[in-house]
């Protein structure tokens, strides 16, 4: 069964509105829960962004080199050594 290029588009479409979807309730959650318990709510938000922060340097690392490895080795290159 072949799948045409306005197929994959709708799909796309749809998984990314699933993803919008599913960071609204999540954020509509934190703000119902904030009225009863703002304190733990604080906690959690805190929490998380000292995890993102933990993260962010690897992060940037990581796109940093597979830029660089994108630059200097072509997806030609890389096809013949892998055996692509």
Do not use: E
Not at 10 to 19: D, E, I, M
Not at 60 to 70: E, G, H, P, Q, S
């Amino acid at each position: 069964m072949k799948i045409n290029k306005n197929d994959k588009t709708r799909y796309r479409y749809k998984n990314l509105l699933y993803g919008f979807f599913f960071l609204a309730i999540v954020v509509i959650l934190y703000l119902v829960l904030s009225f009863f318990n703002s304190v733990t709510i604080y906690r959690s938000l805190h929490t998380s962004l000292a995890i993102i922060i933990q993260i962010l340097p690897i992060l940037v690392l990581v796109i940093f080199m597979m830029a660089i490895t994108n630059y200097f080795l072509k997806p030609k290159t890389v096809s013949k050594y892998l055996g692509g």
